[in-house]
């Protein structure tokens, strides 16, 4: 009796395992994209390239996207799929395998932002022949010049890759703004350091130096970076001997 007991528990035990490895094995064959939990994908215009990870279901596998903002193909690599995007908007992307299982990634392209919230100014002036008191009276000037305040900020909007709209919060950072454009040029590709922003806003230009600070302590966790504005030939004629004069606009990134 026992030993017929035995026999019978060990095979629910087993008809059990079996069921479990079944229920793994169709788990895992079923096509899924393992990124994207939810099928949803944020992309960015205008330099959006990538590659996104197929898995599951049986290979070759095909992707389609009916849409002009999105290119879609699948390249040297049977388990990837590439994307180039051309516009904004929202397209879905259709992938399907050799078996008929097919899913749908819903892609939303926006514009790329960035954001920077102005934490401090600080302004240096150079002349070996000003007085202290002409050097303080002319930094007050300037740092008073500054269009934002601490606490404000400017969005870049990319329209295009290298120009866009501004927003300028001069008060406060997501507060009331000033719209205007800007024009980037990247003097070095590989890096955010030292690119020129052009910033036109309130009828006037801005040539922003974009600069990485030297850090005081090498534990920091941000990222110090300024906007450095050469202001010489605005202040030449008021001060004859001034030799240099540069406004910063500190931030954290």
Request: proline residues 4%; negative net charge.
């Amino acid at each position: 009796m026992k030993t017929l007991q035995f026999k019978s528990i060990a095979i629910l035990v087993f008809v059990a395992f079996a069921v479990a490895c079944s229920n793994e094995k169709d788990e895992d064959n079923s096509l899924r994209l393992p990124s994207f939990e939810d099928n949803k994908i944020t992309l960015l215009y205008p330099d959006g390239k990538g590659s996104i990870a197929i898995a599951g279901g049986v290979q070759p596998y095909s992707v389609h996207c009916d849409s002009e903002i999105l290119k879609v193909y699948m390249d040297k690599d049977p388990n990837y799929f590439k994307y180039e995007v051309r516009g904004v908007g929202e397209t879905p992307i259709k992938i399907s395998d050799a078996s008929g299982q097919s899913l749908v990634l819903d892609a939303l392209i926006r514009y790329n932002e960035w954001s920077v919230e102005i934490t401090e100014h600080s302004v240096s002036v150079e002349g070996d022949d000003m007085t202290i008191a002409a050097q303080n009276e002319l930094k007050e000037k300037v740092l008073t010049s500054i269009p934002v305040k601490v606490g404000g900020g400017y969005k870049f909007i990319f329209t295009e890759k290298k120009a866009g709209t501004l927003y300028v919060y001069k008060e406060r950072f997501g507060g009331e703004y000033s719209q205007g454009t800007f024009s980037v040029n990247y003097l070095d590709d590989m890096s955010r350091e030292d690119w020129v922003y052009t910033l036109t806003f309130d009828g006037e230009e801005h040539n922003y130096l974009q600069c990485l600070l030297l850090r005081s302590r090498s534990t920091e966790p941000l990222v110090p970076f300024s906007f450095y504005e050469e202001l010489t030939d605005e202040y030449k004629a008021e001060y004859p001997e001034l030799e240099s004069v540069i406004a910063y606009q500190h931030f954290l990134q």
